[in-house]
């Protein structure tokens, strides 16, 4: 018996198969879920409708998060499939290009409010209309960040603020809803090469650094993550609520190091 068996999961946000949300999509199947899919777009409908079919999800539905009527739309339509929701995944995130590029200070006060109302408030706005569904014994809420919530990063800018407000959401949702016995808990993972990933300039760089730096020397995958949902969404979690765990070979905990010469004797 999987450790997700009998539970039905809502994943918001898929967009194709590199995404972190895929991955926790696979990983929930393997362990019992009935899974749920949203995706933001018609132009992602043709990468969405097959990944579903391969893990056996008959939900699949378009919605803008930033919508509060496809938002209703959207649980109202679940409802007419599912009496109960066990796990809401959010695995939404968006900036302009433009304002990952060059210097923070310059972010603009609309590409601010986009990014912030896209990442970050959309975790609240799903949370609220899921609350009537999270009627089983060990409900849960997920979402996706990042170390440059924390730290910053070259060309992350407005993103990194608004993981960082993403986390503090994640938080006080945890203390408003675990009297309800609702658990809310995030995923910080480490570089994937993914689709949204491709739009930050010097990707590639991230991924030296973090193979090069981090204690285990390597670079993480989609399926760690999803391991980490798996486990997170699971009884085995039960009493773990507004933590953010760190998938990212311990990348997180390293800092000032010596260079690669002075590792290898080079330089005294």
Known sequence: MGLLEGRTALIVGLANERSLAWGIAQAFAAEGATLAFSYAGPALERRVRPLAEQVGAR???????????????????????????DV???????????????????????GFQLAMDVSVYSLVALTQRALPLFTGPNPSVLTLTYDGARRTYPNYN?????????????????RD????????????AGPVRTLASSGIRGFHWILDQVEERAPLRRNIAQADVGAAA???????????????????????????????????????
Do not use: W
């Open 59 to 85: 939900f699949v539905e378009q919605c803008d998060v930033q919508r509060d009527a496809e938002l209703d739309a959207l649980f109202a339509r679940f409802r007419e499939q599912h009496d109960r929701l």
């Open 88 to 110: 809401l995944v959010h695995a939404v995130a968006f900036a302009r290009r433009e304002e990952l590029a060059g210097r923070f200070v310059d972010t603009s006060r609309d």
């Open 158 to 174: 407005v993103m990194g603020v608004a993981k960082a407000a993403l986390e503090a959401a994640v938080r006080y949702l945890a």
């Open 177 to 188: 809803l675990g009297p309800q016995n609702i658990r809310v808990n995030a995923i910080s």
């Open 230 to 268: 798996v486990y997170l969404a699971s009884d085995l979690a039960r009493n773990v609520t507004g933590h953010t765990l760190y998938v990212d070979a311990g990348y997180h905990i390293v800092g000032a190091e010596l260079g690669r010469a002075e590792r290898e004797g080079e330089v005294r």
